[in-house]
């Protein structure tokens, strides 16, 4: 019998009513190195979460070296030996590489006295155990991420760690720091340490993984052995479910270029991105997350704008720096992140409601409250915002009443370009459709949408063309007829620095 | 599907519900009580000169607290009110002592306007230097103070060299109760409706409560930061002259420290360190809380050496229920 390390049974996890997790099975072996692969949203976060003892499953065992085992919290399972490095590192920035790796744990002189001798011996000791050159004094400010990565794994393996979690982890190196990383990760591998490993990229897990689970929607699919597998195989396997006709799309009759977008690039961020939006058409523009697409819908609106290139509406070139000067041009923008800038949630749902275009409520400065309250009140209607009152404060709605009250807010500046970024993102299924049904009846009046979505079978039912960003860069374009998930997911994921599908 | 407003959930409010609604109540419930006790040992307190007395004290208070409960509705602070107080009011004060025909409109005009550019430093250090509000402001109440010591080069303006007609600002009865409780009302009516029902005043709560949602919906939180500054040395200008004529001299320690007493005041009311919360009627009440007090401690002979401390407590209390209330709302 193959030896195991780790052993997850039946794993079920819910948030507020939303299973994540149905009975997912995984298993680990020491000396390998284990692909968890998904779409957004497939349960891979939460999975590991449930594994460093940040989440409770609600339901399911947890075996180590065959044991069950409970963990209460992180450092629960990081003194059982499991370690866990996420693409958002977390160094201090101030101290040196030595300590760093020490911190919270620095060897002490008769308990007293951190021994600072001995701390950087030991740290040298590990740096050479892991076969990389780091200089010990060196800040962590000034490294490189791929070397800020090595300093966290040096850190876990100070800790002893058996099981090694690596989230996204090559998502921002170049190829060199890559093949470095690969390398020390084999290494490990063959001191038989076990490694999960999270990556969109398909190619890169057939460098490195032995085997690979694949989960889709929360529930498990598949586990196999590299070797034996292919790419579009795995593709399969993640996507693997057909849209059935749920999405209220119409077909609106096409306008004129609203928005025509050319070759923005902002440093860093996302490079020569050219894209035209007509009136009456939904753009989807998918990509995994990092992708960038968040970016340019914030540098269209003003929030940074970008370095260089060409924005025009309405065929006139325009500047935009501010999302006032946006929202004067006809712009409106529902951001990916409601409560953090979507709504004022210590504002009630009227205010919330007039705040873009508040001087159409007021005469002068001074605010007519009739007005604004009618408004209001007919704009929440409209929209079925279920409150107890529009005095009723923001932050007591539920998710999905409080997208309501954003598309309220930002229909009441009457814009011709709309931009939804994930515009249903955690909220419930009835409150989706309703949004989607909306999106078509926009598009049908005559307004240019751009919608940003990670969900796959929504950029396919809403679309009428879809772009699909990768890196910051624009990887492919689609008709509505022409797209089908595998050649989305394949243009997400395609390696842009070699330009190969593997 | 439609905008309900069901009984069940009407009843479910709470107590705590309540308070942290409805924060003025509480302060109105700690004054009577208070009022209650005080009253027992020291029946005068129950005389409308004393509540005269005790108004007149608390006026140019409450209206410089209105300039800082604004700055702190946008998650400032303005420390440097007292010298700004100090600066002006010195400067006002030579100005009557060497033309004492002036009218007390324009000596009025002239404080608001020296407040403003005062106030209008801070804007600029804070908008277009970046500097945090408590830093800058901190420098500033420095810099202000050092001013008065330069301008004056460290002499008093007595009480003598004061024209009559400046004094009457505060102290004549045009309209039956004294003039400076009047302008303070009159200014707490004003700076009431200015954040009730002005776009300016919506966009400062909305930048308060979450600058950058404000930002997304085309509010320029700039521009209201470098605002707010401006106010609250407006207000301050204003307090400076009234206190000139209230207390009848400028001195080069003028003011100095009442920065705390208007954060306490503001804080006590309800407002919001963190920005986006506070009402009017709460700074207002506040500081006829710290007026009383002030006044019982008095009338109850307890050394005015307490006065201190019993401020200090009163804010903790008011942070700390703030805290208790915040928490017992989001629990439920």
């Known amino acids: 019998m193959i030896k195991t390390i780790l052993r997850l049974e039946d794993i079920s996890k819910r948030f507020s009513g939303v299973e994540v997790l149905h009975d997912v099975c995984f298993d680990l072996r020491p000396g390998e190195v284990h692909a968890l692969l998904g779409e957004n949203g497939a349960g891979k976060s939460t999975l590991v979460k449930v594994i460093t003892g940040y989440h409770q499953p609600d339901h399911g065992k947890i075996y180590l070296d065959g044991e069950l085992v409970e963990f209460i919290d992180t450092r629960d399972s990081r003194q059982a030996g499991i370690a866990a490095i996420y693409q958002e590192l977390s160094l201090f920035p101030d101290l040196d590489v030595a300590e760093n790796i020490f911190v919270g744990r620095h060897p002490l002189n008769y308990g007293m006295k951190v021994d600072w001798r001995k701390l950087y011996i030991e740290a040298q000791e590990l740096l050479d155990s892991l076969g990389v050159k780091i200089d010990l004094k060196q800040k962590a400010r000034h490294l490189s991420i791929a070397q800020q990565q090595i300093v966290e794994i040096a850190r876990a393996f100070s800790i002893n760690a058996r099981i090694l979690i690596m989230d996204e982890p090559t998502s921002s190196l170049t190829l060199n720091e890559v ?12 001191s038989g340490t076990a490694i999960i490993f999270i990556s969109h990229r398909l190619e890169e897990l057939f460098e490195i993984a032995d085997r ?5 929607d929360g529930y498990y699919i598949d586990t196999c052995n590299m070797q034996e597998t292919s790419r579009d195989d795995l593709l399969r396997k993640m996507v693997g479910r057909t849209i059935s006709d749920q999405y209220p799309k119409v077909e609106a009759k096409k306008g004129d270029v609203f928005l025509q977008v050319e070759h923005l690039t902002s440093d860093g961020l996302f490079t020569d991105i050219s894209f035209e939006l007509r009136a009456g058409e939904i753009l989807g523009m998918a990509g995994l997350v990092g992708a960038g697409r968040t970016n340019v819908a914030e540098s269209i609106f003003g929030i940074r704008p970008a370095g260089s290139g060409k924005i025009s509406i309405e065929g006139k070139e325009v500047t935009i720096s501010s999302p006032h000067q946006a929202i004067n ?15 004022i949630p210590k504002m009630q749902i009227t205010p919330n409601i007039s705040l873009p275009k508040l001087e159409e409520f007021a005469k002068y400065n001074w605010i007519l409250n009739k007005k604004e309250r009618k408004f ?4 929440a209607l409209q929209m079925e915002v279920r409150a107890r009152s529009i005095w009723q404060l923001a932050r007591e709605l539920s998710g999905g009443n409080q997208q309501k009250v954003v598309l309220a807010k930002w229909l009441s500046t009457h814009p ?28 049908a009046e005559g307004l240019a949408i751009l919608m940003i979505s990670s969900e796959l079978p929504e950029i396919l039912g809403m679309s009428d063309r879809i772009i699909v960003m990768r890196e910051g860069h624009v990887t492919a374009h689609f008709s509505r007829t022409e797209a089908t998930q595998e050649k989305i997911i394949a243009a997400a994921t395609q390696n842009v620095r070699t330009g190969t599908l593997q | 599907m439609t905008i309900q407003v069901s009984k069940g959930t009407t009843a479910r409010l709470n107590i705590w519900d309540l308070l942290s609604r409805f924060r003025e109540v509480g302060i109105i419930v700690f004054i009577l009580i208070l009022g209650a006790v005080v009253t027992l040992r020291a029946p005068s307190f129950l005389s409308v000169n004393n509540f005269r007395d005790i108004l007149m004290n608390i006026s140019i208070l409450a209206i410089v607290a209105l300039g800082q409960t604004i700055v702190i509705l946008t998650k400032g602070i303005d420390l440097s009110v007292s010298s700004m107080i100090g600066l002006v009011a010195m400067m006002v004060a030579f100005v009557m002592k060497q033309y004492p025909e002036t009218p007390v409109f324009l000596i009025v005009l002239l404080g608001m306007a020296l407040g403003t550019i005062a106030g209008s430093f801070n804007s600029i250090i804070i908008t277009f230097g970046k500097v945090p509000p408590i830093i800058a402001t901190l420098g500033t109440l420095s810099v202000y103070r050092g001013l008065v010591f330069f301008y004056s080069q460290g002499t008093w303006i007595n009480s003598y060299e004061l024209p009559r007609s400046i004094k009457m600002l505060s102290k004549g009865q045009l309209l039956g109760p004294p003039n400076l409780i009047l302008i303070a009302l ?12 002005t776009r300016t005043g919506r966009n400062i709560y909305a930048v308060g409560s979450n600058v950058e949602a404000a930002e997304y919906a085309g509010i320029r939180p700039q521009r209201i930061k470098f605002l707010v500054y401006l106010i609250s040395g407006l207000l301050s200008g204003i307090g400076a002259v009234l206190w000139v004529s209230r207390f009848e001299s400028a001195q080069t320690n003028t003011a100095l420290g009442f920065e705390l007493q208007t954060v306490t005041a503001a804080v006590i009311g309800g407002v919001s360190i963190s920005g986006g919360v506070g009402t009017v009627t709460g700074v207002v009440l506040g500081a006829i809380l710290l007026g009383i007090i002030q006044n019982a401690l008095t009338l109850v002979r307890i050394s005015p050496f307490w006065q201190l401390a019993a401020q200090g407590l009163l804010i903790l209390v008011a942070v700390v229920l703030d805290k208790v209330i915040y928490t017992r709302v989001a629990r439920n």
């Open chain 1, 376 to 379: 209001a009140y007919s704009a």
């Open chain 1, 212 to 216: 690979v689970t694949v989960l889709r």
């Open chain 1, 179 to 190: 093949a470095e990383l690969f390398s020390l990760v084999r290494n490990l591998r063959e």
């Open chain 2, 186 to 197: 009159f200014i707490a009516i004003i700076v009431y409706l200015f954040l009730k029902f």
């Open chain 1, 329 to 343: 041009l006809g712009l409106a923008y529902v951001p990916e992140d409601r409560q953090q800038h979507g709504l």
């Open chain 1, 416 to 443: 011709r370009i709309l931009i939804l970024d994930e515009p249903t993102r955690g909220i419930d299924v009835g409150t989706k459709a309703a949004v989607h049904k909306l999106m078509s009846d926009l598009a």
